[in-house]
């Protein structure tokens, strides 16, 4: 089982990666998709699952990191790759200043204050008018890149679910998740929790600034609404936690089976779509904490860094 | 900016600020009972209010029913809503790490605001009952605000005389200060949990169908004032009854004051600088409140 | 020799009550301390001021010459003070040996070497793996003890060491404590359990309503009226 596995992968990899030759258009902005929605949710598990401090506002991120690239494509005329990579330093740049007064109060206290940063946002977007286009949005020049996009969105997502599998296994990790289990205890043992919330808040900011920047660059069009919208941190959440949160493949797992189901309900029952993902969290969060992933964990004894 | 500040401006701004404050003080009231009984950060607390106020505003169209004495029945609504929320869904977390309830309560208020949308749709609805002002001195009073206004310090003055003085009142207190004492005491701790989260969501209903009067009814409309109401009960304490009133004022009047100096799109960010800079400064609230 | 842990005047106020009041305590390197008082006398607060859980509202605390009050809890770890706590609290969701290695700086296969080397000393060896919350109560305690010790700290505070474990873990923990101060290292422990403090400290001090009532050699201190008073009422 152990050998296969990363075989498996090599072969899904490789997959993927011929993907676009066979592909429609159509499809490869599906996969696009799925690909940013692994990152995202895998992202929100670095920070909520590792530390245990829920962030009800991370789509700030990745509105932030939809702004800063598409300004610096249109203003400073920068290279799309380029630009993205940039929206995910100005996201984790965010994440500092967020963090930093933020992450010193205990985790029932930091989540509200993340419940409150979307508004906060959307007004900053509105005021510098000039530069965002406020209300009205913004375009990007045209482009056609949907293919090298595809492979954009495909390496964050690998990228972010290999650090994760770093820090999971890393002495790093077990100090994350320390700060889950006892705070107290973690600081009393020689923790620096603050530091710790931190670097896994930067980290987890990082990748929904870039897949903000892809994703705006796909679109060539932005405006507030679109790019900070509730429902975009619900669904981070559901799937991370669907998956099973703190694990390394849960967000995976969680990112593509509730994708499918989103696919298929999405466009023509909005309401009922979201209606049940409310109902799943509850349904996550009272009968399998741990998600799918801790179900099977726990069936099938495996060890903890899945 | 360069607008003159007369002192009339400053005393509407005082009078339409605790106006506003005594709304925010009653449905922050319901959230801090809430929390200072079980440790449970009620997310859902926004949704709450919005179905108060969709309650009256069924009311009022299909019977033409008094928004006012609609209270009777939007309060012993969402009282059984809450004690229902509390026995099958929170009650399973409230031991758990708070992580969890957050969580649920999150996930709960993420349904019932979309079962208000599939039952409502988002269409902005308004429930036209009282609507002027009076006009005493240089000040305009708004009638509607001042109604909200009198229900609200009468429905909180209610709540206190009930907290301070009945047998029940008393028990939660009690749990509230010290769930393991209450409960050698012979209290019956379930029981209180779920009065309390009853009470907290009847305390909501009742913001939900005061405001249905003043501002448009939609699905959404509660998430601003889940959000305030942290703010409250950060600001007076957590587990600090009083201290929620004093918070909520506060709150009131901090906002009208920066109405007068920043446009109407940067106000809504007031409130969230207000608690960031309140955590950050003295985190156990302007009065003593157990953090 | 200087105090290796100094504390001067130290008031810790909760709401209006002073649950410390201006208690001042030296500490000699090498030895091993008793705190003990009736319930409410403020140990347990007194602890969490030492070790930066609460922070004193007057007075200083000084480790090794140097000033800790004020300090974050990691800070005063990391200058050579370790503690455990009334209530276990060793990290559940990670195994017996991860809760070790969490707290170590040093190279990671140094620390596993003497994470392995710890829990073999108390005979949890075969148990390295084993999620924490899923140890018996006892193991639970023998984990959290040598998890304060992997750093090597200097001064160890107990809290309650002997609170709801059987005699023979009891006589173990005793011994790994009298090696300890074998060592050079210092001990404080907070403790209800009279034959226990009797049995092992070589000096007590009393805490009465916030203040420091007695000092001396268990002896003394057994004898002495106004500690007999403080426990059993007038």
Known sequence: MKRRFPVALAVLAAGLALYPLQATGYGIRVMLQLFMWIALAQSWNLISGLTGYVSFGHVVFFGTGAYASSILIVTLGWAWPLACLGGGVVAAGLAFVIGWPCLRLKGPYFAIATLGLNEVLRVVVSYYEGL??????????????????????????????????VIVTSRFGLRLMTIREDEVAAEAMGIDTLRYKLYA???????????GGLSA?????????????LIMTITMIVMALFGGKGTIWGPVLGAAVLFAFQEVVWARFIYLHQLLFGAIIVGVVLLMPRGILGVLQQKYNLPRTI | MGVLITPSMIGQVVISGLLAGSLYAMVALGLGLIFGVMRVLNVAHGPLLMMGAYTTFGLFQWIGLNPYLSLLV?????????????????RRVVDAPELSSLLLTFGVSIALVNLAQLAFTSDLRSVEYLTGSFVVGPFAISKPRLATCGFAIAITVGAFVFLRSTRLGKAIRAVSQSREVAQVCGIDVQRIHLITFGLGSALAAAGGSLVAVMVAIQPEMGQVYTFKSFLVIVLGGAGNYPGALLGGLLLGLVEQMASLFLTSQVNEAVAYVLLVVVLLVRPTGLLKGRV | MAPILEIRSVVKRFGGVAAVNGVSLALEPGRIYGLIGPNGSGKTTLFNCITGVDQADEGEILFKGRRIDGLKPHQIFHFGMGRTFQVIRVFPELTAVENLLVVTTTGYAEAQRRAQELLALVKLDRLAGEFAGNLSYGQQKLVEFIRVLMTDPEMILLDEPA???NRTLLNELLDAVRRLRDQGKTVLLVEHDMKVVMGLCETVFVLDHGEKLAEGAPGVIQADERVIEAYFGR
């Open chain 1, 217 to 229: 660059r796909d679109q060539g069009y932005i405006e507030p609404l679109s790019v900070f919208p």
């Open chain 3, 163 to 165: 609170a709801g474990v």
């Open chain 2, 74 to 90: 939007s309060m012993p609504l969402l009282f059984l809503v809450g004690v229902a929320l509390q026995r099958f869904l929170v």
């Open chain 1, 201 to 211: 808040f930067l980290l987890s900011a990082a990748a929904p600034g870039i897949v």
């Open chain 1, 132 to 165: 965002t286009g406020g209300g009205n949005g913004l375009s990007l020049p045209t482009l056609y890149a949907s293919v090298e996009i595809y492979y954009a969105m495909g390496l964050v997502a690998a990228a972010v679910t290999a650090v994760t599998y």
